[in-house]
């Protein structure tokens, strides 16, 4: 059964400080991993997919890694902003096609 | 226009009663979720269905039923509602099923049963 972990379950930071958001998780035959934002009270909006075949994507300051052997992904922050307070989940979906969610990372950014 | 929505976005009802929350997606997909996100955050999906047909029920007691009265539509109607129930409900559609593409959540029911 997939397990997924995400460390820290918290954290704050001063506006401008680059950030790294951990995501593990325990079988590495994956399809994919995702990368969620949830603001309070609202849904989630998926951030960045990365496929097993791929390493890495990004889209503007965000930079998502993926080593399937280890089991592990990171998600990098640059700049942080007060605007990226939220929480972060990491997803990955295996062969059953259902995507197992970690507890996500509460991300605060300070001005 | 709103890609995946859930009627209503709050929902608080007393133990035992029966309520309903609907989904609609305008995003031409194919399959369709539900997931509950409990106190402590965690998301686990509850349903899947795929061209009106189900697919996915994880282990859900029978006191939750689906329904897909069309591909655009899915609704999660649930009996004799218990305290265990509270918890945040999220509808999400992806384009097809076994697709590894990313799936679109809507806003969220957030259920309270008292």
Partial sequence: KQEVTQIPAALSVPEGENLVLNCSFTDSAIYNLQWFRQDPGKGLTSLLLIQSSQREQTSGRLNASLDKSSGRSTLYIAASQPGDSATYLCAVTGGSYIPTFGRGTSLIVHP | ?114
């Avoid at chain 2, 539900?34 to 999906?45: A, E």
């Fill in chain 2, 1 to 114: 226009d709103t890609a995946v929505s859930q009627t209503p976005k709050y929902l608080v009802t007393q133990m035992g009663n029966d309520k309903s929350i609907k989904c609609e997606q305008n995003l031409g997909h194919d399959t369709m979720y539900w997931y509950k996100q409990d106190s402590k955050k965690f998301l686990k999906i509850m349903f899947s269905y795929n061209n009106k047909e189900l697919i996915i029920n994880e282990t859900v007691p029978n006191r939750f039923s689906p329904k897909s009265p069309d591909k655009a539509h899915l609704n999660l109607h649930i009996n004799s509602l218990e305290l265990g129930d509270s918890a945040v409900y999220f509808c999400a559609s992806s384009q097809e099923w076994g697709s590894t593409d990313t799936q679109y959540f809507g806003p969220g029911t957030r259920l309270t049963v008292l």
